[in-house]
């Protein structure tokens, strides 16, 4: 199976599915998606995603799946192993919760396209700034007592799950916008085992060929 995942390297969101692949341990092209100079709104690109947002993965049948949170359902469906949800539907649905508040609470409210809206009402830079940092930390107070809870080195017990594919890209979403990450340790602790796993290295947006 080929896969093709459109990225820009900063993302949250498509920084969630990097994750999810190298987790699975599927090989994918990366093909960049330059957010700033506008790509995303191009022909080309928004034939796959008529939405215009990154990210969008393409499979070799001519499958092209959007939104990060059902592509990290898609991939746990047909590459069940390892899991990325925990085996009791109580549990899966406090990962999926946790993931939840990261990507349909905190994340929305400090992606570019928010940010460009805010600049374009008169919402000068130290502004904007504050506005993010503000909804990333109260998502991350609802997240850190849930984390505090069941997390056992990861987010939610003691291995990666679909909560981790969410929160590390909004830890490093948090440090672009200065969030003091001191009060939330059990956020912290599961972002730093996260860190020295293999395949959260290698999603990070440093790593990938559009760096800048």
């Not at 700034?129 to 017990?157: K, V």
């Amino acid at each position: 199976m080929a896969l093709a995942l459109h990225s820009y390297w900063r993302a949250g969101a498509p920084y969630r599915v990097r994750i999810g692949l190298h987790l699975k341990g599927l090989p994918y092209d990366y093909v960049p998606v330059n957010l700033l100079a506008g790509d995303q709104h191009g022909a080309a690109y928004k034939g796959l995603n008529p939405q215009g947002l990154t990210p969008a993965l393409v499979v070799d049948d001519g499958l092209v799946l959007t939104q990060s949170l059902a592509i990290l359902e898609w991939l746990e469906e047909t590459h069940p192993e390892p899991p990325l949800l925990p085996r009791s539907a109580a549990d899966r649905a406090v990962v999926r919760a946790m993931a939840g508040i990261v990507a349909c609470d905190i994340h929305p409210l400090n992606n570019q396209r928010v940010l460009k809206a805010l600049a374009g009402l008169g919402v000068d830079e130290a502004g904007r700034n504050a506005w993010a940092a503000r909804w990333i930390a109260a998502g991350f107070e609802a997240l850190e007592p849930m984390i505090a809870r069941h997390g056992a080195g990861f987010a939610f017990g003691e291995s990666p799950t679909l909560a981790d594919c969410c929160l590390v890209p909004q830890v490093y979403s948090a440090g672009r916008f200065g969030v003091d990450l001191s009060a939330y340790p059990a956020i912290r602790a599961a972002a730093e085992r996260a860190a020295a796993h293999p395949a959260f290295a290698a999603a990070h947006p440093e790593r990938q060929p559009d760096a800048a």
